[in-house]
């Protein structure tokens, strides 16, 4: 086991090797019971000026061997750092070396030494730990010293005082009147002047440092012997008083092993306790003062973290007055070069300069340059830690005053790099280049963005306009806002792409479905969501990611898009650099879109009237014309009424069709995705709303007509397909109502005289011959109604112009000129049209029971009549019948009654 270890090295540093030094200890005594080992220990520290004789205390009192001085050779350091030696023997009174329990011994580096010159850290920490770790320091001190204030330390016991408050007098319990015994041992004391005379000196001057200190707020009412006690011995001269010396120090051992021994204090192993002037011997060790109460394992871990906080303390760096001035003096060239940099800086920093880099950064330069200049001549020859930290402030300060110029330019610079990305992915868009993907266009755009600021900005760090971090803080503050305009960017072109998809959806949806929606068939909803998909697929096939997976023997499909239109669920990837999550809801969106505009397509399209005028198209169409689109002759009217049976249930399934979107498999079709809100929709509005009408209407998309609409169709459809069979059976009654073959026959019998004439006569048979042309022409060409119109007229004017003359001829002047005008010639026309109506109807005789008969006051009816008589393309027949417009029209057949002349109805 080495004699002695060193626990702080000369560059305060810790040493590791402290807890192997503990442990050979240990090891050393196995017949020593465990507890006492690690319990039973004391620490003591001596504290003095270098080479005033503190190792060759320790050595002879403690039986130790620290290095010491040889004063033969020369006077200089030898106690470097601290260093610790155990012991458990001590020099006493008596013939041999007393055993005692274990005591540990710090030997720390003398103060005031030539060494460290004005350095004074060391001592102050080395002092502040003797005393946070001991139970017992020894002040080591000349007599000669006693008075004085820096030779004695004082001063420096002042500045540990204070620190050993500041970090331990917060954790001071006074109820455990824990303490440190100050054992001020006084050098080459001759006699001269009394120990108790030289203990006062002290005492007083201790007091009063201890009044002067700063306390914590715990410790402001606690005197100096609240934290330690006090004790002086004096020892004779080394050299002149050798044996007294000896013993002296014997003396002071016995103090030390009088409480180790804990036996009776007059005598303890032989050694006698009292003196010559028969005083008791006062003990060192006391209880209180062994505060740690750990064990000598542990003590090492203790005084390394004590150490750790002591060497962390700024409190204990107190300058040196050569310090102070240099900083003095060194601040005050700061600030001069600083004054100097002002004056000049905007006369030279004008605006044209702050976006020209070259420019910029060559008069800063010069400013710095001549600023640095000045403070290097004038402050270089001062201490060099001072001098360069002092530099280091003032380099900082010139940064802070370039920053704001620096600043401006590159904000300029970043503007243009911004627009220039803009323009650069604006014009991609405008020229809708598909050779590259959107997102290898950005990123190669941001990166050339971001290489040409870099670029800017190492120039100005390579010139030392900036420092590494700012220079780091410029790259990271760009890039953050690069990554804010390309997610603008990129959601631009995003938006850009939905809207162009919406656009050409809502064409292609409103031509194809509108298409579909006109020709209703039984499985026209299955086109509709056919075509649906179909188009959406054609649109977004520029996007869609070609997804394969080979044969799987588990599942024993071969998931492939030629072969297997079920294989996989499409993915999609919009080059914008997103991920797979981010593809899909963009995807979801576009479609959600999808759905939203077909569904507004088809609500707007299928409305009341035009499904009415749908269901109308396709009941004319079932109804008039066969399967081969030819027209239908009938025959009679059971013919239309079962065309016209066929026609309503069939155009009355059509409105079921239309009034639901559903596939044929009677399943309701639904959107896969959320639709999207319109602005005026509520987002917490259910699926039924009602319009302006009052009427209630259900948001789902397959629900297209609710029952009150589905009512009001049919009513308005019924009304419409009856009169179309009324036309029908008007038109069947007028073909099927003709002349007798036998009157023909008996108008030949009784006309064979006129014929025979006609026949003989060149110039009847000339007239009849261009009346046959004349008939032939007027029936081919179905001409029979103007002629008709032509002849009531030529009829009219007659009845007028004989009317006239017979007024004339019968009534004078006078009379003449109160006489009403004279009626319109359309009353002579319906006039005659009413008699020949009643000749008809008297000499028809024919008549056909209904099971509804025929109501002449009926509306209807009204109508009818009105429109026949006042249509001036109705071609005139002998027969004219009407017939009521009667809803279900299935089954009904007309009674044709004899129906007075129109100005009868409406009267």
Not at 79 to 89: D, M, R, S, V
Not at 104 to 130: C, I, N
Not at 226 to 245: M, P, R, S, T
Request: glycine share 2%.
């Amino acid at each position: 086991m080495p004699d002695a270890v060193q626990l702080i090295g000369e560059e305060k540093d810790f040493s590791s090797n402290v807890i192997d030094y503990f442990k050979d200890i240990l090891n050393s005594k196995p017949d020593r019971n465990d507890v006492d080992i690690n319990m039973n220990y004391h620490i003591v520290s001596v504290f003095g000026s270098q080479s005033s004789g503190k190792s060759t205390l320790l050595n002879i009192l403690f039986n130790t061997n620290f290095d010491t001085m040889d004063a033969n050779v020369k006077r200089q350091q030898t106690t470097k750092g601290i260093w610790l030696a155990h012991t458990n023997e001590l020099n006493t009174s008596s013939d041999s070396l007393t055993k005692t329990n274990d005591i540990f011994v710090l030997d720390v580096e003398g103060s005031d030494g030539a060494e460290r010159g004005e350095d004074q850290d060391f001592e102050r920490k080395a002092a502040l730990f003797a005393l946070a770790v001991s139970e017992v320091l020894i002040v080591n001190l000349w007599e000669n010293q006693i008075g004085l204030y820096q030779g004695n330390n004082l001063a420096l016991l002042k500045t540990v005082f204070e620190v050993n408050l500041s970090l331990f007098g917060k954790s001071f319990d006074p109820l455990k009147n824990n303490k440190v015994l100050l054992l001020f041992v006084i050098r080459d004391h001759v006699g001269v002047t009394p120990l108790s005379s030289l203990s006062e000196s002290l005492t007083t001057e201790l007091e009063n440092i201890w009044a002067t200190l700063n306390k914590p707020s715990n410790c402001k009412d606690l005197s100096l012997y609240d934290f330690f006690d006090l004790k002086y011995v004096g020892l004779a001269h080394k050299i002149l008083q050798n044996e007294k010396f000896i013993d002296d120090i014997k003396s002071l051992g016995d103090s030390f092993a009088f409480n180790i021994s804990n036996m009776d204090p007059m005598k303890t192993r032989g050694i006698d306790r009292t003196t010559d002037e028969n005083k008791i011997i006062e003990p060192i060790f006391k209880s209180n003062y062994h505060r740690q109460n750990l064990p000598m394992e542990s003590w090492s871990i203790y005084a390394e973290n004590c150490w750790n906080l002591i060497e962390n303390n700024k409190d204990l760096d107190l300058p040196t007055q050569q310090i102070l001035v240099a900083k003095f003096k060194t601040q005050e060239f700061v600030n001069e070069a600083l004054q100097l940099l002002l004056d000049e800086f905007d006369k030279v920093i004008t605006d044209d300069i702050l976006i020209n880099k070259s420019m910029l950064i060559e008069k800063l330069l010069l400013l710095k340059n001549k600023t640095l200049n000045y403070y290097i001549d004038h402050a270089s020859h001062y201490t060099n830690s001072i001098f360069l930290e002092k530099k280091t402030v003032l380099i900082n300060e010139i940064d802070k005053i370039f920053k704001p110029k620096i600043d401006f330019y590159l904000n300029h610079l970043i503007g243009i790099l911004i627009n220039q990305l803009k323009t650069s992915m604006k014009n991609y868009n405008s020229a809708n280049n598909n050779n590259s993907p959107f997102v290898e266009k950005l990123n190669a755009n941001i990166k050339d963005t971001n290489l040409a600021f870099e670029k800017d900005v190492k120039e100005f760090q390579k010139d030392q306009l900036i420092d590494e971090k700012t220079f780091d803080e410029l790259l990271i503050n760009f890039s953050k806002l690069i990554k804010d305009n390309e997610k603008s960017l990129r959601e631009a072109h995003l938006n850009s792409i939905i809207n162009r998809i919406n656009k050409t959806l809502s064409i292609k949806f409103k031509d194809s479905s509108i298409n579909l929606l006109s020709h209703p068939e039984i499985d026209v909803w299955d086109k509709v969501l056919n075509m649906f998909n179909i188009t959406l697929t054609r649109i977004l096939v520029n996007y869609k990611v070609e997804t394969t997976r080979e044969f799987n023997e588990k599942d024993g499909f071969e998931y492939n898009n030629e072969k297997y239109s079920e294989a996989v669920e499409d993915e999609y990837d919009f080059h914008l650099g997103f991920n797979k999550e981010k593809n899909s809801n963009i995807y979801k969106q576009i479609r959600g879109n999808a759905w939203k505009t077909l569904d507004n397509i088809i609500h707007d399209y299928l409305k009341e009237d035009s499904i009415l005028s749908i269901l109308k198209d396709k009941f004319e169409t079932k109804f008039r014309y066969d399967e081969n689109d030819t027209p239908k002759f009938w025959k009679n009217e059971i013919e239309i009424d079962q065309a016209y049976k066929v026609a309503r249930d069939y155009s009355i399934g059509l409105l079921d069709i239309l009034s639901i979107a559903k596939t044929k498999d009677n399943v309701e079709i639904i959107p896969d995705v959320q639709l999207p809100k319109d602005d005026d929709e509520d987002a917490e509005d259910d699926d039924i709303y009602q319009d302006e009408f009052g009427i209630y209407h259900s948001q789902k998309f397959s629900h297209i007509l609710n029952e009150l609409q589905k009512e009001n169709i049919l009513k308005k459809f019924r009304k419409q397909i009856n009169l179309s069979v009324l036309d029908c059976k008007r038109s069947t009654v007028r073909s099927t109502t003709h002349v007798p073959i036998w009157m023909y026959a008996l108008l030949v019998v009784l006309g064979w005289n006129e014929f025979m004439m006609i026949l003989r006569n060149p110039l009847y048979v000339t007239l009849s011959l261009l009346l046959l042309v004349a008939f032939y022409f007027i029936n081919k060409f179905d001409l029979w109604g103007p002629v008709l119109n032509v002849s009531q007229s030529i009829i009219g004017e007659t009845r007028s112009t004989i009317k006239e003359k017979l007024r004339d001829f019968v009534l004078d002047d006078g009379e003449l000129s109160k006489m009403p005008s004279s009626p319109e010639p359309h009353s002579n026309t319906a006039s005659f049209q009413s008699q020949q109506e009643k000749q008809h109807y008297t000499s028809s005789g024919t008549s056909r029971k209904a099971s509804n008969p025929v109501r002449l006051d009926s509306p209807t009816l009204q109508s009818q009549a009105s429109q026949t008589l006042s249509a001036p393309t109705t071609s005139f027949s002998p027969i004219q019948s009407t017939a009521p417009a009667k809803e279900d029209y299935i089954n009904e057949k007309v009674e044709i009654q004899h129906v007075p002349p129109y100005s009868a109805i409406t009267e």
